[in-house]
């Protein structure tokens, strides 16, 4: 047989058959309850080419009793975020959230929602409709303002949220909504001021520090462990970090060694040969030292007239002898 | 073993034809999941346009269509409708409604089975006569001798027509199918 009969042949039975049995051959999906009478007469919502239009399901489904009563007129339990949402809809915005042959599910509906279907008073009052969708977060507890003001209509994320929608009195509780940001370090641990001491409401970093908001008594290094470095010098000092640092910045130091006495050739030696007492460095001795003994000490300055010599550095600044060294 | 013709032909055209359903059932577990389902929609008209391409192949033959070789309409034909058939199987998707789409989609698949077999019909009937020419040593260069070509040409022709009584028929069905079910949809779709 001719491939074209074969082709015309298989059109003519298969269009009877669709239009005899047109639920069985064409139907999508079946149909929601209480539609089960067009489910074989499909031009009882559907216009030849022209779709399943709303004015079609607006003859059974008045949009005022939406919520209220059903088509049949029977009272329907109180809901009245269906009815003031129905209510407030343009009347040929069916299809945006109804499809059938897909079930009542509205993310299932062909068309997209247009929020330009709403009145305009409704489309100002997000929560009359987006209630159950609000988080359950301290965030979304203080924010007073509409979900407009963070939020479009396309999508709820990304949001843009701004601080300024928060009283004065919540702006500062910044913990309330940030607990979880709150990093678990010493430093955040020590501070107990609010947050907005230090950060803005852009981004967390670059952060205002001041050591000024710390109680006072505060061990540098229960903060600054990772940032001692591992040398020889850090390694044999036991002071705090303030001693030789200021806490604007590390560098430079804010400890001079010629201030007092400089350190020069013969004198390269480690801390703790004239500061003996660990973490002390206001007490020193020069004695540790072969060159200076007790007794030679003693001798050479009685030598001089000189009787108070416990305190070498208010003469001596340097290994060179002489009152106040040149 | 590995020279045979099974092997060598038949086994890549069937993998051929499996890979296609796995390939169009993944695809369709992708796009769901990331919202893109509406691309299976518009790839039923995507892949009608490429089956529809594969045709070229037949108006070639019946010289509608003059420019270019047989051979490489012949690749067009298989390729396209291999392309074509996958986008059909995603816009298909997993989903059993409608009795009419969905023998369109069987038929679809029935033609493109029987398609790889026509390819493996085709190759092994070209090892056949490669054969049959060196056993009584004729080496026509097709070039020189179109005549002794199209002799053996026609031979191949022949084979496959006993192929073609089921291949075109089918062929005729799932158009018939395919044309019903585009009309359908222009017939209920909401366009605005």
């Known amino acids: 047989m001719k491939p074209l009969y074969v082709f015309i042949l298989c059109l003519v039975i298969l269009s009877a058959l669709a239009i005899a049995l047109p639920d069985l051959l ?14 074989t007469s499909c031009l009882s919502c559907h216009k030849p080419f022209g779709g399943a239009a709303s004015a079609r399901c607006i003859t059974c489904h008045k949009p005022e009793d939406i919520g209220i009563r059903n088509t049949v007129g029977i009272l329907l339990p109180k809901d009245t975020g269906r009815v003031v949402f129905h209510k407030g809809l343009a009347g040929n915005s069916c299809m945006e959230c109804h499809t059938d042959h897909k079930g009542a599910d509205a993310s299932k509906a062909f068309k997209t929602f247009r929020h330009a279907s709403l009145t305009t008073a409704l489309r100002n009052k997000c929560i009359t409709c987006h209630k159950d969708q609000i988080p359950e977060n301290p965030l979304h507890r203080h924010a007073k303002g509409n979900c407009s003001e963070c939020h479009t209509t396309k999508k ?51 952060a205002t520090f001041s050591h000024k908001q710390l109680a006072g008594g505060k061990q540098c290094i229960s903060c600054h462990k990772a940032d001692q470095p591992n040398d020889n010098l850090h390694r044999q000092s036991g002071a705090s970090c303030a001693a ?47 060159e200076h003994s007790p007794a030679n000490i003693a001798a050479e300055h009685r030598e001089e007239g000189i009787y108070r010599y416990d305190n070498c550095m208010k003469c001596h600044r340097s290994g060179k002898s002489g009152r106040h060294d040149d | 073993m590995w020279q045979s013709v099974l092997i060598r032909r038949a086994l890549p055209l069937t993998l051929s034809w499996l890979l296609l359903i796995a ?141 073609r009584t089921i291949h075109m028929p089918i062929v005729s069905v799932l158009l018939g ?16």
């Not at chain 2, 518009?42 to 070639?60: D, I, K, N, P």
């Open chain 1, 26 to 39: 064409l139907s999508p999906g079946p149909l929601l309850k209480g539609h089960e009478k067009p489910e």
């Open chain 1, 156 to 206: 709820w994320k990304p949001a843009t949220f701004d601080h300024k929608q928060f009283a004065a009195s919540i702006k500062k509780e910044c913990i309330t909504c940030h607990k979880a940001d709150r990093p678990n370090d010493t430093l955040h641990r020590e501070v107990t001021a609010s947050c907005a001491v230090c950060h803005g409401t852009t981004k967390w970093k670059p």
């Open chain 1, 244 to 290: 030789c640092h200021g806490t604007n910045r590390w560098k430079p130091s804010t400890f001079n060694h010629d201030r007092y006495f400089r350190l020069d050739g013969d004198h390269r030696a480690s801390c703790r040969t004239c500061h003996t007492a660990p973490g002390d460095y206001k007490t020193y001795t020069c004695y540790n030292c072969h």
């Open chain 2, 23 to 163: 390939a169009g059932i993944s695809l369709d577990y992708i796009l769901h999941p990331a919202g893109l389902a509406w691309i299976g929609r518009h790839l039923g008209v995507a892949g009608t346009a490429f089956v529809a391409a594969s045709f070229g192949y037949s108006a070639r033959k019946k010289k509608i269509v003059q420019k270019g070789t047989v051979r490489f309409f012949l690749r067009l034909h298989c390729n396209a409708g291999w392309i074509g058939t996958l986008m059909i199987v995603v816009h298909s998707g997993i989903h059993f409604n409608a009795l009419l789409p969905w023998m369109a989609t069987l038929f679809m698949m029935t033609v493109t089975a029987s398609g790889h077999v026509g390819q493996y019909l085709v190759r092994k009937l070209r090892e056949e006569v490669k054969m049959k020419k060196k056993e009584h040593g004729i080496d026509n260069n097709p070039d020189e001798d179109p005549e002794g070509q199209y002799y053996w040409d026609s031979v191949t022709m022949k084979a496959l027509e006993k192929w």
């Open chain 2, 177 to 192: 199918l395919t044309l019903l079910h585009i009309l359908s949809v222009i017939f209920f779709l909401n366009w605005r």
